[in-house]
């Protein structure tokens, strides 16, 4: 009896072995598991009969079959620990992480061009201390004409053509407005400078925009005289062009500065020979400045005759236009990426901007 029930035993331990060396997948193994050790499977057969046995083998028997059980449950489980192991040991393979190599590379946006020469000429200007003001862009006839020296009815208001709101405002028409509000809010001495937008009732074109940048810059104290002025904007050009620049100064009409002068700088792109850039003249008209005029002086509370100043009025969009080779001044307000983007930034160098 006993004898025959090892055979038995031998059997299903052999069927258990031939059905885990075809189960090549943990899904297998637990339906060859099932259908062994289920009711109508051989080993659950087995040890359902135990209780039908006569009593003298039936203890015997029962300590066999289950012992049987425990090693083939075992077989299985190890069986299923190994496949796991691998599919583990493949799966690492496949995803390996290199905690050594380099990141991947992730385009970042920057600042407009305008932008990088306004922080340019911050730079430059907070070295020799000047310090940045701001000033609204909706402006009073006060600051932007009459304080200036540019009273009601006189022909320089003819110079900006005015975006005028129904009650009397205006778009500010230029960053000098910011010099008066300068003086009256700090008193001299003062070396300021004034970014900002600034608008124009324009038709537009290449060279023409309703809306622009400039950068006022003012400087007073005792004994400012044309040869500050003159060494003040030689810095600046010669600072953002990274080389030395040749500059003269011509007779120029503003209201608000007594001597005025457009301050031409060499061509760089014939180095004064005269090409198509320069107009043949070997010259690029790029700095408005002068001596501030006494009445703009007195607007600002200053006595004209214990203080004098000079001023500027830097075109930033042109000046970003030159140096960055910007050809149509309505790309640079299009928002078109492709007309904004700095040559630094398409030669793929790494770019460095404040955040
Ligand atoms: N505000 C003048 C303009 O926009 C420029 C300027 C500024 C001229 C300061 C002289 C001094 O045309």
């Not at 057969?45 to 049987?68: C, D, M, T």
């Not at 299985?76 to 990141?103: C, M, N, R, V, Y």
């Not at 214990?306 to 042109?318: I, K, M, P």
Request: net charge neutral.
């Amino acid at each position: 009896m006993l004898e025959q029930l090892a055979e038995q035993l031998k059997k299903v331990k052999d069927e258990a072995e031939r059905l885990l060396a075809e189960s090549k997948t943990i899904e297998a193994i637990r339906q060859a598991e099932s259908r062994l050790m289920g009711k109508q499977g051989p080993l659950g057969s087995l040890l359902g009969q135990i209780g039908k046995l006569p009593a003298e083998v039936r203890g015997a028997a029962g300590k066999e079959i289950n012992q049987a059980k425990a090693r083939i449950t075992e077989l299985f489980a190890a069986a299923k620990t190994a496949l796991e192991q691998a599919a583990d040991k493949q799966a690492s393979a496949e995803q390996t992480f290199d905690p050594t190599l380099p990141g991947p590379v992730v385009p970042r946006g920057s600042v407009h061009p305008v932008t990088a020469v306004q922080w340019e000429v911050e730079e430059i200007m907070a070295r020799i201390g000047f310090v940045v003001v701001g000033g609204p862009e909706l402006e009073t006839d006060y600051y932007n004409f009459e304080a200036l020296n540019i009273p009601a009815m006189h022909p320089a208001r003819d110079m900006q053509d005015t975006f005028w709101l129904t009650n009397g405002w205006l778009l500010r028409t230029h960053t000098s407005p910011c010099q008066v509000r300068a003086m009256l809010r700090l008193g001299p001495p003062l070396s300021i400078i004034a970014p900002g937008r600034v608008f124009r009732y324009e038709t537009e074109d290449a060279s023409h925009a309703n809306t622009f940048h400039q950068l006022e810059g003012l400087m007073i104290d005792r004994h400012i005289s044309i040869a500050n002025l003159i060494a003040v904007m030689k810095l600046i050009l010669t600072e953002i062009f990274h080389r030395d620049i040749k500059v003269r100064l011509r007779p120029g009409y503003f209201p608000f500065v007594e001597p005025g002068f457009e301050l031409d700088m060499q061509c760089g792109i014939c180095g004064g020979s005269g090409c198509p850039t320069c107009k043949r003249s070997g010259w690029i008209e790029i700095l408005p400045c002068g001596m501030v005029h006494p009445n703009v002086l007195r607007s600002g509370n200053i006595d004209p005759h214990e203080y004098t100043g000079f001023a500027f009025g830097l075109g930033l969009t042109r000046l970003a236009m030159m140096k960055y080779g910007v050809a149509d001044i309505r790309g640079l307000n299009s928002g078109d990426l492709r007309a904004i983007i700095r040559p630094e930034q398409r030669s793929g160098a790494a770019i460095i901007d404040k955040d």
